[in-house]
């Protein structure tokens, strides 16, 4: 189901059918799932970031780069978890 089919469908909740209605809560479903993943996911990146940033030395050019590469891997899930936040709130008017 595409994303305007199931706006679609939201715009007239009363008159779904059945198996719109289960099509919708197993939307809902993979949203949530792909909430928990990304907040698993971004998380797990944090916690490596401070722990990485507390044992590092920034002055070694080697250990700066995979640093900046633990913040950016951080950065990605935060922003993972902003879209897929948004798109529940979109579309299901739920905020997560």
Do not use: W
Not at 25 to 41: L, P
Not at 44 to 67: C, I, N, S, W
Not at 74 to 88: F, G, S, V, W
């Amino acid at each position: 189901m595409t994303k305007q089919q199931l706006q679609q469908l939201l715009k007239d909740p009363v008159n779904m059918t059945p198996l719109e209605h289960a099509e919708v809560g197993r939307m809902k479903q993979a949203y949530f799932s792909a909430v928990a993943n990304e907040t698993a996911a971004y998380i797990e990146a944090k916690e490596t970031y401070e722990e990485a940033k507390a044992f590092m030395d920034l002055q070694d050019p080697g250990e700066r780069e995979v640093l900046m590469q633990l913040l950016k891997n951080m950065r990605d899930c935060e922003r993972n978890m902003t879209i897929i936040a948004t798109e529940l709130e979109v579309h299901f008017d739920i905020s997560a």
